[in-house]
């Protein structure tokens, strides 16, 4: 199994440590969300071509944009 690009490995803990300080807000509860969120990242650690990681790191931008611009979407 050859090693991830470091810049891609550096971009996905980003991301995920972006999101993890967006759902210290969410309306049901930290406890709630970090356990999603973590799962959610666990689901794509099998991911080893950099375009597939590329395309997860996108749809996190998306969902981490979508959180900071319009946080009522959240409690739907």
């Known amino acids: 199994m ?3 690009n ?3 490995r ?3 803990i ?3 440590k ?3 300080n967006l759902g210290r807000d969410y309306p049901q509860g930290f406890s709630y969300f970090r356990p999603r969120l973590h799962r959610a990242f666990m689901g794509n650690a ?3 071509d950099e375009e597939a ?3 997860a790191i996108a749809r996190a931008d998306w969902a981490n944009l ?3 611009k319009c946080p009522e979407i959240e409690a739907l």
Request: glycine letters at 8%; proline letters at 12%.
């Open 2 to 4: 050859p090693a991830p």
């Open 6 to 8: 470091p810049e891609l």
């Open 10 to 12: 550096r971009q996905v």
């Open 14 to 16: 980003a991301v995920y």
């Open 18 to 20: 972006e999101l993890l």
């Open 46 to 48: 099998h991911l080893r």
């Open 53 to 55: 990681i590329r395309g």
């Open 66 to 68: 979508v959180g900071i």
